[in-house]
Nanobody
Framework: QVQLVESGGGLVQAGGSLRLSCAAS????????MGWFRQAPGKERAFVAT???????IYVDSVKGRFTISRDSAKNTVYLQMNSLKPEDTAVYYC?????????????????WGQGTQVTVSS
């Protein structure tokens, strides 16, 4: 069984940076697509970024140029570098993995989820 554990969340001022990590265990996920989603208070879970097995990436428009998703296959870990953070980035951030190599924005196509890590950006 695959387990995903996020870390790196916290409180940061607007304009600051955070790096989220998602460590996978139970199976090597180097050939799997991985994604980051977020859920703000009172809102549905939303797509943020995804990376496929070739390390090609897709981002939601609101984070392009500010966030970078990457993976370290040797560590079985995916990262989300978040720069120039804004108050509207405040949310619980979730890591997800697919039983497939191709990236997608669709949350229902992901098979494994972490418990989430809180990111709070103060103005």
């Amino acid at each position: 069984q695959v387990q995903l554990v996020e870390s790196g969340g916290g409180l940061v001022q607007a304009g600051g940076s955070l790096r989220l990590s998602c460590a996978a265990s139970g199976r090597t996920l180097s050939s799997n697509a991985m994604g980051w989603f977020r859920q703000a208070p009172g809102k549905e879970r939303a797509f943020v970024a995804t990376i496929d097995w070739t390390s090609d990436t897709i981002y939601v428009d609101s984070v392009k140029g500010r966030f970078t998703i990457s993976r370290d296959s040797a560590k079985n870990t995916v990262y989300l570098q978040m720069n120039s953070l804004k108050p509207e980035d405040t949310a619980v951030y979730y890591c997800a993995a697919r039983n497939a190599p191709y990236a997608t924005r669709v949350s229902s196509l992901y098979d494994y989820w972490g418990q989430g890590t809180q990111v709070t950006v103060s103005s």
